[in-house]
């Protein structure tokens, strides 16, 4: 039986990512010592690869808040990339954060109308079509004069 795929320049050519460890800087402790909450600093792929070592199977919330790819300039990050340069960063970290789920977990991800779409089906993908639970809009503006400017924002829950 024949199924459907969502294909774009560069998938299945994702760089192989080393396992990673991460090291603890006192320095930049704050909060309860005793908690097992962590602030991890650094480029996100190579952290989740590291926490993928500890913690696979047993993370049960993950929220996560991806570039939207609206073409905004922002300091810390791209958010003008081309389509599939934006689903080459996207796709190698889901995967990971789907490794990191426990079986009775959940991923949250906010995303607006530029990219919602195309994420859902590659969450489809890595995740399972079965797993999606719901999207949850959220209408920014409700004003019909400025519904065009208005921002669109999706909960995409499995």
Known sequence: ?????LTWIGKGQEPEVEPRILLHDPSKDYGD????NM??????????KALEQQFAGQVKCIYIDP??????????????????????L???????????LCKEGSIWISIDDDEGHYLKV????????SNFINTIVWE???????????????????
């Open 1 to 5: 039986m024949q199924k459907l795929e």
């Open 33 to 36: 010592p005793n908690s097992e």
């Open 39 to 48: 602030l991890i600093h650094g480029d996100n792929l190579l952290a989740l």
């Open 67 to 88: 570039p939207y790819n609206t073409g905004a300039a922002f300091e810390h990050y791209d958010d003008n990339l081309e389509h599939s340069q934006w689903l080459n």
């Open 90 to 100: 996207m796709y190698p970290r889901l995967k990971i954060l789907w490794n990191l």
């Open 122 to 129: 590659l969450c489809d993908d890595i995740f399972g079509r």
């Open 140 to 158: 920014k503006n409700m004003h019909p004069r400025v519904m065009l400017n208005g921002l669109r924002i999706a909960m995409i829950l499995f």
